[in-house]
């Protein structure tokens, strides 16, 4: 089922909404602003074409469409149904960067099609955690490309797809030591031993004695099928010409993919961990594979933050929260032609940390609206009460992430995927987060405890000549509040205020003032004033990222674009007024 005010089997016209939405949000479309009774009238000028659309501007600036508005103005005058090929062409950039995204939103539009002809209705309020990861097919609530899955067929989309939950084994290869790079929570044969069970462990090494391959010589990686299917005719080919790589075939457990396609969870030991492994696909906004530095960095990068938790009581007394750490990694030839291809993250399992009656869900879910076109936690809300149940919310989703931010230093990417609620019949308990190798920033000298930081200049040689802004570490707080008000305001809670408002009637500004009242009572009672002063989250106009931008120029790895703060203080001032 959809977001809010969506049409389930109309992707077309969410694809062209979202596209629309983002080139006003990002300022590629300087559009001019009629208001009247109702939504508000959006005109603007690209290539030269006319076009406009009706819609609202909701927090942080965010332009919301209205179904079926988006026209452009035909060669005699008239207004007609805009074409997705007619508002690309129009796009900055080069023709290889539109003809790209136009590509990826057909695909977009395909996938969700196929997802609708095929797969059955289904009650995902009463699935489980697993299931749910998969059956949460809406993606991106932003993203125009939110199903793109770049060189994924339709039979690589039913085989590997989270929307089908179809489970597969993981390929497995043996690579000679002199191209891996590993970081192992102790031995080697106890972490394989514990990673695989005996009897997959004791059919690895008969297939290595079968290949004549000895254990100093060549370690084990595995790989994602696709990924093998993909590799071993062009990059993997040589190493397994030259005797580098060996095949040993599909083994062990079973895994089903999560929301992120690339992130595997574990059907037949449930409790096991999760494993993270690339895959050369561009899905929704970048290419899916391990960035290398970062793959044997995850353990001591997550032990770091998960020991600043367990040290903190606050994050067990009053901002519930736990890390699952990423304890291991493998990387194949970090610096070279397939870097970032072959490797693995492992991941803690959530559900092994939940107490008796706690379940769990992730926390994009409760953007959704179900078959019965109530939102997905309805029950709960009908069960506590809008107000305390959404204050309840806020004070887990909100108040870790940020007391992380102000009163350690860290800036996490709590975007929706990335977060986990766990909750006793609906009543949040507290918050988990998850993925941090590639999405943690801080500045060394807004670290309360800054000795305590890993050492790394001795984890890899790439980052002693490191720039900041390059790698994990920053000389500007700005990126601090922006890496945190980006995933967690601008693109995550700001879908709960729009569920909240089109599906109970609950005014946005009240949602935000709720959050601004948390971050005001947080800064008071916890004497960080100054520190929260310094990072500028109330400011009139913040920077975010411009997704869509990136796409079309690809010139820089990240865009930005100034947009109007909800929690500024002006304009909450505004918002008081009758």
């Known amino acids: 089922m959809p977001l809010p005010l969506e049409i389930p089997g109309r992707p077309h016209d969410r694809v062209l909404r979202q596209l629309v939405a983002a080139l006003l949000f990002e300022g590629i479309a300087d559009a001019r602003e009629s208001a009247g009774e109702g939504p508000r009238q959006f005109h603007w000028s690209l290539g030269g074409r006319q076009f406009r659309c009706r819609g609202t501007l909701g927090p942080f600036g965010r332009t919301r469409v209205a179904e079926s508005s988006v026209e452009m103005q035909a060669l005699h005058g008239e207004w007609e149904p805009a074409s997705l090929g007619a508002i690309v062409t129009s796009l900055p950039g080069t023709g290889i960067s539109r003809g790209k995204l136009l590509r990826e939103l057909e695909e977009t539009i395909t996938l969700c099609e196929w997802n609708h002809r095929n797969l059955p209705p289904r009650v995902r309020r009463r699935m489980t955690f697993t299931e749910l990861e998969g059956a949460l097919d809406e993606g991106h609530p932003y993203h125009p490309c939110y199903k793109a899955r770049t060189g994924f067929s339709i039979a690589d989309h039913a085989a590997y797809g989270p929307e089908t939950g179809k489970a597969f084994q993981l390929v497995w290869l043996l690579v000679a030591r002199k191209h891996l790079r590993q970081a192992l929570p102790g031995s080697e044969k106890a972490f394989w031993l514990a990673e695989l069970g005996q009897e997959t462990w004791e059919k690895i090494q008969i297939r290595r004695q079968e290949h004549g391959l000895p254990d100093e010589e060549f370690g084990l990686v595995p790989l994602h099928p696709w990924q093998w299917q993909t590799l071993r005719e062009t990059l993997l080919s040589g190493w397994i010409a030259g005797g580098d790589a060996h095949h040993l075939g599909p083994m062990g457990d079973r895994y089903v993919a999560t929301q992120s396609v690339r992130s595997l969870l574990n059907v037949d030991r449930p409790l096991a961990a999760s494993v993270k492994l690339p895959m050369n696909m561009v899905n929704t906004s970048s290419k899916r594979i391990l960035e290398s530095h970062s793959v044997c960095t995850a353990p001591p990068l997550s032990n770091w933050i998960a020991g600043m938790v367990q040290s903190d009581p606050a994050f067990a007394e009053e901002y519930p929260l736990a890390i699952l750490q990423e304890y291991a990694g493998i990387i194949a030839d970090a610096g070279g032609p397939l870097a970032g291809q072959i490797g693995a993250i492992w991941r803690e399992n959530a559900e092994a940390s939940l107490l008796p009656g706690e379940a769990i869900v992730p926390f994009n879910a409760l953007m959704m609206v179900e078959a019965d076109g109530w939102p997905y936690a309805d029950e709960w809300i009908e069960r506590f009460g809008l107000m305390p149940w959404m204050n309840r919310l806020l004070e887990i989703a909100v108040l870790p992430v940020w007391h992380l931010l102000v009163w350690h230093g860290i800036a996490v990417e709590a975007h929706g995927q990335n977060m986990l609620l766990v909750h006793r019949d609906g009543w949040p308990v507290r918050l988990i987060l998850r993925d941090f190798h590639e999405s943690v920033e ?53 879908e709960i205020s729009h569920l909240l408002d089109v599906c109970y009637g609950l005014p946005e500004f009240r949602f935000w003032q709720r959050v601004e009242s948390l971050l005001t009572s947080y800064a008071n009672e916890r004497g960080m004033s100054r520190r929260q002063a310094e990072l500028g989250h109330d400011r009139p106009l913040i920077l975010t990222e411009s997704l869509i931008t990136r796409k079309l120029l690809a010139l820089k790895p990240e865009y930005h674009h100034a947009i109007s703060n909800a929690l500024a203080e002006r304009t909450s001032e505004r918002r008081r007024k009758p």
Do not use: C, H
């Open 442 to 494: 801080f500045s060394p000298g807004f670290l309360r405890e800054p000795e305590k930081a890993p050492d790394f200049l001795s984890i890899n040689p790439l980052y002693r000549d490191a720039e900041p802004d390059q790698y994990y570490w920053t000389d500007n707080l700005d990126s601090l509040r922006e890496l945190v008000m980006d995933t967690l305001f601008v693109y995550n809670l700001s």
